[in-house]
């Protein structure tokens, strides 16, 4: 099946940093990818939606000059978490979708989720 | 709009009893439903699918899920649970290609020995 890597899977930071999230598809090309977060006892609250090559759609609420969502290419998707707050500690997840008209469209494949927590 | 609602949040069983979760949606379009699992500190792994064809689907782990059309269900069931089954299950909708899934609140399944 298809295979969704995401690393790290738990970062520490100091509050003020800024962290990176990479979302990769290891064998297959990812047109669309989402990114989750997931907060204790939760479903999935859905961030931002992106699209290779262009500019993701944020969610209303989610904001996308902390939330930095790049989808420079068909395999990888980075969520940058700018001048992160405690506030922001949270499980984050990207999912990924094949290219339309396949098989690998029909269902979105995730990855392995990052536990951030901001110190 | 595409909604999903998941009426029980937990489902407490002892191991080896059926059991079924029970997920209900809404949608004007033409959907594909999903149950996904998830352990703790992990991603979501998929249990199974309905795309078209059968209203019956056949997953992994023993599981099984009916769609019904006409009650805007797609309720997942096991004749008989595992220990290791005790986890989060996610009642899931899509819409068409590149679409966003929509999840319901999720129901955490205990299987108590």
């Known amino acids: 099946g298809a295979v969704v890597s995401q690393h790290p899977s738990r970062v520490i930071c100091k509050s003020g940093t800024s962290v990176k999230i990479e979302c990769r598809s290891l064998?297959?090309?990812?047109?669309?990818m989402f990114w989750y977060r997931q907060f204790p006892k939760k479903s999935l609250m859905l961030m931002a939606t992106s699209n290779e090559g262009s500019k993701a759609t944020y969610e209303q609420g989610v904001e996308k000059d902390k939330f930095l969502i790049n989808h420079a290419s068909l395999t990888l998707s980075t969520l940058t978490v700018t001048s992160a707050h405690p506030e922001d500690s949270s499980f984050y997840i990207c999912?990924?979708?094949?290219?339309?008209?396949?098989?690998?469209?029909?269902?979105?494949?995730f990855g392995q989720g990052t536990r951030l927590t901001v110190v | 709009a595409q909604s999903v609602t998941q009426l029980d949040s937990q489902v407490p069983v002892f191991e080896e009893a059926p059991v079924e979760l029970r997920c209900n949606y809404s949608s004007s379009v033409s959907v594909y439903l999903f149950w996904y699992v998830q352990y703790p500190n992990q991603g979501l792994q998929l249990l199974l699918k309905y795309l078209s064809g059968s209203t019956l689907v056949k997953g992994i782990n023993g599981f099984e899920a009916e769609f019904n059309k006409s009650q805007t269900s797609f309720h997942l069931r096991k004749p008989s649970v595992h220990i290791s089954d005790t986890a989060e299950y996610f009642c899931a909708v899509s819409g068409d290609y590149g679409q966003n899934f929509v999840f319901g609140p999720g129901t955490r399944l205990s299987v108590l020995p």
């Open positions: 064998d297959f090309q990812a047109t669309t």
């Open positions: 999912s990924a979708r094949g290219v339309t008209g396949t098989d690998l469209n029909t269902e979105a494949f």
